[in-house]
């Protein structure tokens, strides 16, 4: 689950810098002065006012109190909500867009921001996993969770929904918070999220820290539902009244909001270590705010296979990752309810509880040493689908427990560093613990496939033929039974006749779960728009015994095709056509966890080139490409997919805040995009599933101006 923030927040929320001006980087709509700036889902007649702080010095709260009176005494105002610790400034109501146009004239203030909303989304799933998973390194989980710290002596402040503070799991634990919602509820969450995050951080039975105090810091009310500013009133009273080593975890985000992106940053500089998602939109989280704010912790969402959860955001502004999906905490409904829901707000608890064991066992870490902590002894290298994020898995075992233990040492005997290999070879390693002795060692092959020998010798095969000729590493990491690791790896080149390629190759498995584990797999090189036909059935050659399933990975490792049963049996055929070139992995295996045998044929055929073109536009108060838009005719046969966009396509280029939509022959719209390419140029992709003339459609955000190249092509 995410709260989502359809304006200025969403399922995740950061640190911020401590500043009074509009940040340049912040890409949200201004005016030309960049003193009045836009939400794209505002709240009618309600502003967020940020106050120019003096050169050399911060004001002080009596005059930013002062400031806020001066203003709004001439227009019979008074503020809603006044900010003094986080953010220098105020909210108003009921003002209109003349009146706060004419205020962020006012040499006093900063900016002037429309306050924009906030909402929630949320999936539901089924088990609880994730405490087994962080406190060891590698899978197997074993059912347990082991910790030398308890979050003792540490408060965490849930900026959310509110607490239910009787649940019978907090143990007393929930102490006097604050709300920005006005419904008579208090802090008390009559939604659930909270509680349920709450619990992940804390809880007795659910939590990572179990002795943690909980203070409830309400933002969103009973639906789910709030605004900039009374997130903005949480942050500012977190950072005004925050004691001693102290979290807060921040599970809601979305589009960009310069005074809330200023208010976490001064949080984490006052010293509150902060938390956010990343987000639940399946982007980059460099694309929205908070996640993308570098001083807080951006947490993206994992399964319990280790794979990036399908929803969370990725990138660059990832800081580490935690279980996400399919996760069972605390709930409102009563005093011992629970709930199983996914999100990357189900992620970052998990980290804002490790940050609290953490400031625990070390009291006078500053945000940046928690941060610095938890990534470096992260669990490396296991998810997978981490597109561009790092490889980095909450891990807690090395914190508190008075050290002591030393990690085990590993290396690899065969092959040796440098050697050619072909064919089917042996991997074999050594692995030893000075003080302890070694609970497993994980072979980790250049196939994507990982292997866990819980027995010396140590030792696994590997068919080279299942990846490219070229430079390959092989590593291994050893665990010892305290959770500590060491590593090695050695530096080998496959050399195998055809490049490992050919037209087929057979296998034999067993206990695959569905070709999701123990898979024989094949690698073969595509390039974009190639298309292949592959099959243990309906191929010349193609051959099964049992009940084959297979699998087609893209040069990412994602999956990209899969198929059971094909062919009118239990055999199984994939056809797939390349978007982009690389080497894809073919997956085989069996159903469920029984035995096969198949020999899998693939064919290859090339698609013609893509055809393209570009037309440019200028337009102005297009209502988001609704109305006065500038147009183009193109003709798409059923089953060609166009790829058009003032970005991301060869060609496209745009000034101000593009928004395209693509119309089929009906003039029924079948595909749109606002934002895109990690700025305010325009993308989209769409499949025609009947043969016409499509209308490309080019306008502008809200009622802005923007110029615009449309490129596209057609394949």
Request: some cysteine; overall charge negative.
């Amino acid at each position: 689950m995410l709260l989502r923030k359809t304006s200025a927040l969403a399922l995740a929320l950061a640190p911020f810098a401590l500043t009074a001006c509009f940040p340049e980087s912040v890409d949200q709509p201004a005016d030309e002065d960049g003193k009045f700036v836009h939400a794209k889902v505002p709240v009618e007649g309600e502003y967020i006012v940020v106050l120019a702080e003096p050169k050399g010095g911060q004001m002080a709260p009596t005059e930013v109190l002062a400031a806020s009176t001066a203003m709004l005494a001439p227009l019979e105002m008074k503020a809603e909500l006044q900010f003094t610790s986080a953010l220098k400034g105020f909210s108003v109501t009921k003002m209109t867009e003349a009146q706060a146009r004419a205020l962020s004239k006012d040499p006093r203030v900063a900016y002037v921001q429309e306050n924009g909303r906030v909402s929630i989304s949320a999936t539901q799933t089924n088990a609880t996993w994730g405490l087994d998973r962080i406190d060891q390194r590698a899978r197997p989980l074993n059912q347990t969770y082991t910790y030398n710290a308890d979050g003792s002596g540490v408060t965490a402040y849930i900026i959310d929904t509110g607490i239910r503070a009787t649940h019978s799991n907090f143990g007393g634990r929930v102490t006097a918070g604050f709300t920005s919602i006005t419904d008579g509820q208090g802090t008390n969450d009559c939604h659930g999220h909270g509680t349920h995050v709450a619990g992940t951080v804390g809880s007795a039975t659910y939590g990572v820290a179990k002795n943690v105090q909980l203070k409830p810091v309400r933002v969103l009310d009973c639906q789910g539902s709030g605004t900039d500013a009374g997130v903005i009133a949480g942050v500012d009273w977190v950072a005004a009244n925050r004691t001693g080593p102290s979290v807060a975890n921040m599970s809601l985000g979305g589009d960009a909001s310069a005074a809330l992106d200023t208010a976490i940053a001064n949080l984490v500089n006052s010293g509150v270590t902060t938390v956010v998602a990343a987000g639940n939109e399946t982007q980059n989280a460099c694309n929205v705010s908070p996640a993308r704010e570098p001083l807080a912790i951006t947490v993206a969402s994992t399964t319990s296979t280790d794979g990036f959860s399908s929803f969370s955001n990725f990138g660059s502004c990832v800081d580490i990752a935690g279980p996400g999906s399919s996760i069972t905490s605390t709930w409102n409904t009563n005093d011992s309810a629970t709930n199983t829901i996914s999100g990357t707000s189900m992620a970052s608890p998990h980290v804002c509880g490790g940050a609290a064991l953490y400031l625990s066992a070390n009291p006078t870490a500053t945000p940046a040493q928690v941060l610095a902590a938890l990534t470096t002894n992260a669990t490396s290298g296991v998810l997978t689908g981490v597109n561009g994020s790092p490889n980095l898995l909450l891990y807690i075992g090395f914190i508190g427990g008075g050290g002591g233990n030393l990690p085990p040492t590993a290396s690899i005997t065969a092959p040796t560093n440098g050697s050619t290999v072909t064919g089917t070879i042996t991997v074999s390693a050594n692995a030893a613990d000075s003080d302890g002795t070694v609970a497993s060692v994980r072979f980790n092959l250049p196939d994507g496939t990982a292997v866990t020998d819980t027995t010396a010798p140590y030792s696994t095969t590997w068919n080279t033929a299942t990846v490219a000729n070229g430079a390959r590493t092989i590593s291994v990491t050893a665990t010892d039974n305290a959770g500590a690791t060491g590593s090695a790896s050695v530096s080998v080149t496959v050399s195998n006749g055809g490049g490992g390629g050919g037209t087929s190759y057979s296998y034999s498995a067993t206990n695959t779960a569905s070709a999701t584990q123990n898979t024989v797999n094949q690698v073969v090189a595509l390039t974009a728009g190639q298309k292949i036909t592959l099959g243990t059935c309906g191929l010349t050659g193609a051959t099964f015994t049992g009940d084959t399933w297979l699998r087609f990975n893209g040069p990412a490792g994602t999956e990209v095709a899969s198929n059971d049963d094909s062919c009118g049996g239990r055999g199984s055929s994939i056809t797939y056509t390349a978007t982009a070139a690389g080497n894809y992995t073919i997956r085989g295996g069996c159903y469920t966890t029984g035995a096969c045998t198949g020999t899998v044929v693939w064919a290859i055929t090339s698609t013609p080139p893509p055809t393209g073109g570009n037309y440019s536009y200028s337009a102005t108060n297009t209502n988001s490409a609704q109305q006065n838009t500038v147009n183009q005719a193109v003709t798409l046969a059923a089953g060609q997919t166009i790829v058009l966009g003032t970005c991301g396509v060869t060609g496209g280029t745009f000034t101000g805040d593009t928004w395209l939509r693509l119309a089929n022959p009906s003039g029924t719209q079948v595909g749109s995009n606002d934002d895109a390419c990690g700025g305010r140029g325009s993308n989209l992709s769409y499949t025609a599933t009947v043969a016409g003339t499509f209308q490309i459609r080019g306008g502008c955000y809200a009622a802005g101006s923007c110029t615009g190249t449309v490129a596209w092509t057609i394949q």
